[in-house]
């Protein structure tokens, strides 16, 4: 514990007066182990004494703080600092960890458009995707291979990527394309069953719009193709055009699904209005041509 002894050779009223002030607040413990993180000298720090209690309340808020709906503190996500410049102390106010996370992902998301996908995917983070499974590990050499081809515009192939419900399928490739995102590259995500839903009601809307959108899109993720209710329409009018577009103009695209392409061929060969395989077929010709297919069966990580 630093002690005040040292000030005693201070001399004018006015010293003596900021001295027991700030003896005073350093009875309190809390201000004390505020104190005690600064690499300030105490006959500097003697001369802030309430600005420093404010910077104590501050510091000891964030200390506990679970996020930024809890925060306390006078600006919301921001903290007073004291920073040392020449003799004297520098306060301003800083943005804290949980502020500087969400500015983070506010950047980055400019470069998505999601339609229908949880908070969580949002967030994704190639650093958080779980190592411990062993089955990752070529899905995650594809993606680095795919961030350096993409870099050297080399429009790489997008990915395949099947297996049981809740092996982290989706969380994966919304991690890749997060990176890429924070890279300032654009991707769309789309929940293809609910994507599907949404053109039909906006028929009259803004179905060219979203329609264009996700055809035209840098990178696209096609999430949990095959969990549709598939129509003639949603396969021949939309789904079809999109990968033709795609597939002439070299654009990566990825898909998620819970069948592999064998049970996707059949899947797309039964529509409400019967059956058939020749359009199923070339729907997936052009998924294989699009991406490399990927295996991951895992346990089920949904809570
Ligand atoms: P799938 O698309 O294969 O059905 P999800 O990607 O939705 O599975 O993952 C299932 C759950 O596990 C989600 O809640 C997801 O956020 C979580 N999850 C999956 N993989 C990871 C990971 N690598 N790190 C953190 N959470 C993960
Ligand atoms: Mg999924």
């Not at 027991?20 to 000298?41: A, V």
Request: aromatic share 12%.
């Amino acid at each position: 514990m630093k002690t005040i002894q040292k000030y005693m050779n201070l001399d004018s009223k006015q010293d003596l007066a900021l001295k027991q002030e700030y003896m005073n607040s350093f009875q309190d413990p809390e201000f004390r182990e505020y104190i005690e993180t600064l690499p300030i000298s105490e006959n500097i720090l003697i001369h802030y004494t309430s600005r420093l209690k404010e910077a104590s309340e501050e510091f000891h808020h964030c200390k506990n703080c679970k996020g930024l709906a809890f925060c306390q503190n006078k600006i919301k996500g921001y903290l007073l600092m004291a920073r040392q410049e020449y003799k004297t102390i520098n306060f301003s106010y800083v943005a804290c960890h949980y502020e500087q996370e969400k500015n983070q992902t506010l950047t980055y998301q400019t470069y998505l458009s999601y339609y229908e996908m949880s908070e969580e995917m949002k967030k994704a983070s190639m650093q958080r995707v779980y190592k411990d499974d062993k089955k990752r590990i070529p899905i995650i050499k594809y993606f680095t291979e795919f961030i350096k081809q993409y870099e050297k515009d080399e429009s790489p192939r997008g990915m395949y990527l099947y297996g049981s419900f809740g092996s982290g399928k989706t969380y994966l490739i919304a991690a890749l394309l997060n990176e890429l995102a924070k890279r300032h590259v654009r991707s769309a995500v789309v929940y293809f069953p609910e994507f599907l839903r949404h053109l039909k009601a906006s028929f009259h809307e803004d179905f060219e719009e979203k329609f264009q959108s996700i055809k035209k899109a840098p990178i696209l993720l096609l999430d949990d193709i095959g969990a549709e209710n598939l129509t003639a329409w949603s396969r021949d009018e939309i789904l079809g055009p999109i990968l033709q577009y795609r597939m002439e103009q070299n654009l990566p695209t990825f898909f998620t699904s819970n069948l592999n392409l064998e049970e996707l061929e059949s899947h797309l060969s039964m529509t409400t209005s019967g059956v058939d395989k020749v359009k199923a077929r070339r729907i997936i010709e052009r998924i294989k041509q699009l991406t490399t297919s990927f295996e991951l069966i895992s346990e089920n990580r949904r809570k």
